[in-house]
């Protein structure tokens, strides 16, 4: 414990410098925004810190899932906010058969695949070391005593005893996950790695603080222009980082829970990258511990993926698309939460054919316009204002473009940090 504090207050200064970053970008934001409306000091509160929305093995475009047999995978997870007690929830909804996890462990990384020697904690499940997840089911762990502060980068590590075939994961986290040599190295300070090649998640898919108050819980529900797989690698410098890094200071209870449930090329109204939006809602957003509030970035994928891929029968129109977001609204609405809606970027500097077309630039057009206009949204954040270049709004600005003309790099995801920071309520 001794050296967990000394490590925590040592965070704590080096960050505290950092904690200036921003501050400058997000000064006009109200006193509204910079204190969330449902925050108060009336006591602790579990809320998601961490999550990934959770996808079958081949249902992306890019990486499949993996199986694992007697290894341990250790996962880099930077939260957002910091609490004094964590737990996790795993999932194996799309798995092939019972997943047995041998042993559970979490601590705050060092470097690499190494942790924090001192900072390890055994997880349990319902007082046990190891859980049989059944096939499509979630396992939920029982909370630990771990004091953390806000954007604290954990490792989560989980012992596969035995075969599990392809595991439920999340295609692209833009972290490396590292796989151990053959055995159980869960509490190990130093991972003996086998491999460090994949940036997917396995298994895990939220994190989870008790808060020493009261904080909202911001959801990003979107497709790969919010997930941030073009960003730095290992950097956090996704959106979701960045808001984090603005509203959750090093030191004392953090304001705001940022959750990055976006889905590579996840559409609204058809399952890519994991089910449709309209099918995964309830469980990323609606059921996520302490979400109040949700950013709805989905339509993009709607528009330019039948054409890019030739699936002509997955053409849908600009008034489908509407109608999907407007069941969105509804469903949040009577949930109680803060809805915001984000534009759609352009696209037309993109080398791929296919993608940028008259007629999806027209649906485009008509989906913003309608997000803009149609006072569905509590607030509109404008990223297509934002990422577009003055001199050509059909166009990504070049300095936010990570060179495809669809995806933001790191600039640009901070520039869609400052468009939401300004538009929370």
């Not at 941030?228 to 030191?251: E, K, Q």
């Not at 109608?323 to 949930?335: I, N, P, W």
């Not at 316009?369 to 990223?383: K, M």
Request: overall charge neutral; some cysteine.
């Amino acid at each position: 414990m001794k050296k967990l504090a000394e490590w925590s207050r040592r965070q704590a200064m080096r960050a505290a410098a950092g904690m200036l970053i921003g501050i400058a970008s997000v000064a006009s934001v109200s006193a509204q925004t910079t204190e969330p409306a449902s925050a108060d000091l009336g006591g602790p509160r579990w809320v998601a810190t961490w999550s990934v929305p959770p996808m079958a093995h081949g249902s992306a475009l890019g990486a499949g899932s993996r199986s694992f047999d007697n290894q341990t995978v250790r996962q880099i997870i930077p939260i957002t906010v910091g609490g004094s007690r964590v737990r996790i929830k795993l999932s194996n909804e799309y798995g092939v058969g019972a997943l047995i996890v041998g042993a559970a462990h979490v601590a705050v990384q060092s470097a690499g695949a190494s942790i924090v020697p001192g900072t390890d904690r055994a997880l349990t499940f319902r007082g046990q070391a190891s859980v049989v997840i059944p096939e499509g089911a979630t396992a939920l762990s029982d909370p630990v005593n771990f004091a953390v502060p806000s954007n604290t980068r954990l490792a989560i590590s989980l012992y596969f005893p035995q075969n599990t075939g392809f595991v439920t994961y999340h295609e692209n986290a833009n972290q490396t996950a590292y796989t151990s040599a053959p055995g159980n190295f869960s509490a190990a300070v130093d991972l003996p790695v086998q491999d460090d090649t994949s940036v997917s998640r396995y298994v895990l898919t939220f994190v989870e603080v008790l808060s020493p108050r009261s904080v909202d819980g911001l959801a990003l529900f979107g497709d790969s222009i919010s997930e941030g797989s073009t960003t730095t690698l290992n950097a956090n410098r996704r959106v979701s980082d960045v808001l984090s890094r603005w509203f959750n200071p090093p030191i004392g209870p953090g304001r705001l829970a940022v959750l990055n449930q976006s889905s590579g090329c996840g559409r609204l109204l058809f399952d890519t990258c994991g089910p449709k939006g309209l099918s995964r809602f309830d469980r990323e957003v609606l059921n996520a511990t302490g979400v109040d509030q949700v950013l709805i970035e989905l339509g993009y994928g709607d528009i330019i993926f039948p054409t890019a891929f030739g699936v002509p029968e997955e053409i849908v129109s600009a008034e489908q698309i509407i109608a999907g977001l407007k069941q969105l609204v509804g469903r949040a609405r009577l949930g109680g939460l803060r809805v915001y809606g984000a534009t759609i970027p352009p696209n037309a500097s993109t080398p791929f054919p296919n993608v940028h077309t008259p007629e999806n630039e027209a649906k485009r057009q008509t989906v913003n316009q309608w997000i803009r206009t149609s006072r569905q949204f509590d607030a509109v954040v404008e990223f297509d204002v934002t990422l577009r270049d003055p001199s050509n709004p059909l166009q990504l600005l070049p300095a936010y473009d990570s060179g495809d003309g669809i995806h933001p790099n790191d600039a640009g995801h901070e520039a869609m940090a400052r468009a939401i920071a300004l538009s929370l309520r």
